[in-house]
């Protein structure tokens, strides 16, 4: 058996400045990388037309073809990471595994494991930041500590930009050394049909949009109009890797501040879930976790269908019902009606977006929700509350986006609101103050 180490891609589906598949191929002579489709996220998905894993399927087939170019293949495996380890390496000899950083706590709890599974068989595993352009503790206050709150985080990172040497990846140049098929003990698994996995195919492409520098230029012009194709459409292609954000931020440096804070947000959600782990399933500040939420299925599977009366959130939950993506300004009008107007627990709504979102990532969703509901590290006080209808006038003034996804808006087909927004938000703000005073009394006794 050969000596072989191996890659293991997981969102950072690219072969180009990724930073673990760099440092494999520098470092050792016969590089294999592999994929593995975990049956413990796939079968939480309910929709056999999944576009997330039509999109992984097709980035996966893109890099086999590129890697077939120099003789070599990718190898794709269906299993628990368990399983799956366990049977390569049956069949190889591997000396080390390479993978870049997950920070998700399914990630880091998985990846624990196959670590202590790797070391018991005398195997390194090495990770790499390579995700975010700063992790873990690459970006804290003076004290140490981390950041709970956006605009000094964001001082920080800029900071440590300049301070850092700025650095790309660049595994393309070694394409040569991955290992030839010719040359392995064992055949390869080669990629396995949607339909084998149990999906289908969609919709989406694995292409990338076209990001002038323009549209950016203009991005803090026009980012909070939902009916301007004024925001970059990236995010699918972050959230999988097939497109380095280190190359982002190059580019948004000498074009746009505001862009680059898009970029830094992610970052900071990101760390927040690693550094605070807790807000995955419940509010960051605990205390919120005692709002009393109303029960309103009929209210939500409205919210979810785009049937509120609303016309602005009507608009925003059809275009994510039928692309898979919600414009930024949007998505935070949603939420806010949501929880704030129906008084629906955020976590319905998080739950909602990750089922449809194509760029749904744990951090930025929850980071996003959590600022709606008032109960995230950075979020708008909870007695701020959005009103749809200043919303509308302000961000989509002539009704161009909500014509384009409510086209019965105006006619009598178009249901009437289905709350008063004024008697919701009194509602909502005695709600939160119940809840929040009975916090506190639970503290003092
Ligand atoms: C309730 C809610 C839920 C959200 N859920 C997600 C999610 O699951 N996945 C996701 O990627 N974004 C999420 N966002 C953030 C944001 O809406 C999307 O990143 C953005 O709309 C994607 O469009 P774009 O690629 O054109 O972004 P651009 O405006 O061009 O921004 C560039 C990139 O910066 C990042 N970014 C921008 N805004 C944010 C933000 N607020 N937080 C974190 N990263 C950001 C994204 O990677 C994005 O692609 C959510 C926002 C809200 C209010």
Redesign the pocket.
Same mark, same amino acid.
């Given at each position: 058996m050969q000596d072989l180490a191996l890659f293991w891609f997981r969102r950072d589906l690219r072969l180009h400045d990724n930073a673990g598949l760099f440092h494999a191929l520098q470092q050792h002579e016969a590089v294999l990388p592999i994929f593995i489709f975990d049956p413990n996220i796939l079968s939480k998905l309910r929709n056999k037309q999944d576009r997330r894993v039509d999109f992984i399927h097709q980035a996966l087939a893109a890099i086999d073809d590129k890697m077939k170019q120099v003789g070599s293949g990718l190898s794709v495996m269906v299993g628990t990471p368990e399983e799956v380890w366990n049977n390569v390496l049956s069949k190889y000899n591997v000396r080390a595994v390479y993978a870049n950083h997950d920070y998700e706590p399914y990630a880091r709890a998985r990846d624990e494991k196959i670590k202590a599974l790797l070391a018991s068989k005398n195997i390194s595993f090495t990770t790499f930041k390579d995700q975010c352009v700063f992790e873990k503790s690459e970006v804290v206050k003076d004290d140490g500590l981390p950041y709970t709150v956006f605009t000094p985080y964001s001082r920080k990172w800029k900071k440590t930009l300049l301070s850092k040497d700025y650095q790309s990846f660049a595994s393309e140049t070694l394409l040569h050394k991955f290992m030839k098929t010719s040359d392995l003990a064992s055949p390869l698994n080669p990629l396995p049909s949607l339909a084998t996995i149990g999906f289908e195919k969609t919709t989406v492409r694995l292409q990338l949009p076209d990001v002038s520098d323009g549209l950016i230029r203009d =991005?803090a012009e026009k +980012?909070d109009l939902p009916a301007l194709h004024g925001? &970059? $459409?990236? &995010?699918m292609h972050? +959230?999988f890797g097939t497109i380095s954000v280190r190359a982002l931020v190059a580019r948004a440096l000498p074009l746009s501040e505001t862009?680059l804070n898009?970029?830094i #947000? $992610?970052d900071f =959600?990101m760390m927040i879930l690693w550094h605070f782990p807790h807000a995955a399933t419940g509010a960051f500040k605990k205390e919120y976790n005692q709002v009393e939420w109303l029960p309103d299925e009929v209210g939500f599977k409205r919210w979810c269908e785009g049937t509120t009366g609303f016309p602005i959130v009507d608009a925003g939950m059809r275009e994510l019902n039928a692309t898979g993506?919600?414009? !930024?300004r949007v +998505?935070?009008i949603v &939420?806010s009606f949501l929880v704030k107007d129906l008084l629906v627990n955020w976590q319905w *709504?998080e739950a909602y977006?990750?089922e449809q979102?194509n760029?749904?990532?744990l951090s930025? !969703?929850n *980071? *996003? #929700?959590q600022?709606?509901a008032g109960t995230g590290c950075d979020a708008a006080p909870y007695f701020r509350i959005f009103n749809p209808y200043e919303q509308q006038k302000k961000f989509d003034p002539k009704f161009d986006y909500i014509r384009h996804w409510v086209p019965e808006y105006n006619t009598p087909k178009y249901p009437a609101p289905m709350v008063d927004h004024a008697v919701a938000r009194n509602r909502t703000l005695a709600v939160y103050k119940d809840a929040l005073s009975g916090a506190r009394q639970q503290k003092l006794f």
């Amino acid at each position: 058996m050969q000596d072989l180490a191996l890659f293991w891609f997981r969102r950072d589906l690219r072969l180009h400045d990724n930073a673990g598949l760099f440092h494999a191929l520098q470092q050792h002579e016969a590089v294999l990388p592999i994929f593995i489709f975990d049956p413990n996220i796939l079968s939480k998905l309910r929709n056999k037309q999944d576009r997330r894993v039509d999109f992984i399927h097709q980035a996966l087939a893109a890099i086999d073809d590129k890697m077939k170019q120099v003789g070599s293949g990718l190898s794709v495996m269906v299993g628990t990471p368990e399983e799956v380890w366990n049977n390569v390496l049956s069949k190889y000899n591997v000396r080390a595994v390479y993978a870049n950083h997950d920070y998700e706590p399914y990630a880091r709890a998985r990846d624990e494991k196959i670590k202590a599974l790797l070391a018991s068989k005398n195997i390194s595993f090495t990770t790499f930041k390579d995700q975010c352009v700063f992790e873990k503790s690459e970006v804290v206050k003076d004290d140490g500590l981390p950041y709970t709150v956006f605009t000094p985080y964001s001082r920080k990172w800029k900071k440590t930009l300049l301070s850092k040497d700025y650095q790309s990846f660049a595994s393309e140049t070694l394409l040569h050394k991955f290992m030839k098929t010719s040359d392995l003990a064992s055949p390869l698994n080669p990629l396995p049909s949607l339909a084998t996995i149990g999906f289908e195919k969609t919709t989406v492409r694995l292409q990338l949009p076209d990001v002038s520098d323009g549209l950016i230029r203009d =991005y803090a012009e026009k +980012r909070d109009l939902p009916a301007l194709h004024g925001t &970059s $459409r990236l &995010s699918m292609h972050l +959230r999988f890797g097939t497109i380095s954000v280190r190359a982002l931020v190059a580019r948004a440096l000498p074009l746009s501040e505001t862009w680059l804070n898009e970029l830094i #947000w $992610r970052d900071f =959600y990101m760390m927040i879930l690693w550094h605070f782990p807790h807000a995955a399933t419940g509010a960051f500040k605990k205390e919120y976790n005692q709002v009393e939420w109303l029960p309103d299925e009929v209210g939500f599977k409205r919210w979810c269908e785009g049937t509120t009366g609303f016309p602005i959130v009507d608009a925003g939950m059809r275009e994510l019902n039928a692309t898979g993506f919600m414009h !930024n300004r949007v +998505r935070m009008i949603v &939420s806010s009606f949501l929880v704030k107007d129906l008084l629906v627990n955020w976590q319905w *709504g998080e739950a909602y977006f990750a089922e449809q979102l194509n760029d749904f990532d744990l951090s930025a !969703n929850n *980071g *996003g #929700w959590q600022w709606a509901a008032g109960t995230g590290c950075d979020a708008a006080p909870y007695f701020r509350i959005f009103n749809p209808y200043e919303q509308q006038k302000k961000f989509d003034p002539k009704f161009d986006y909500i014509r384009h996804w409510v086209p019965e808006y105006n006619t009598p087909k178009y249901p009437a609101p289905m709350v008063d927004h004024a008697v919701a938000r009194n509602r909502t703000l005695a709600v939160y103050k119940d809840a929040l005073s009975g916090a506190r009394q639970q503290k003092l006794f």
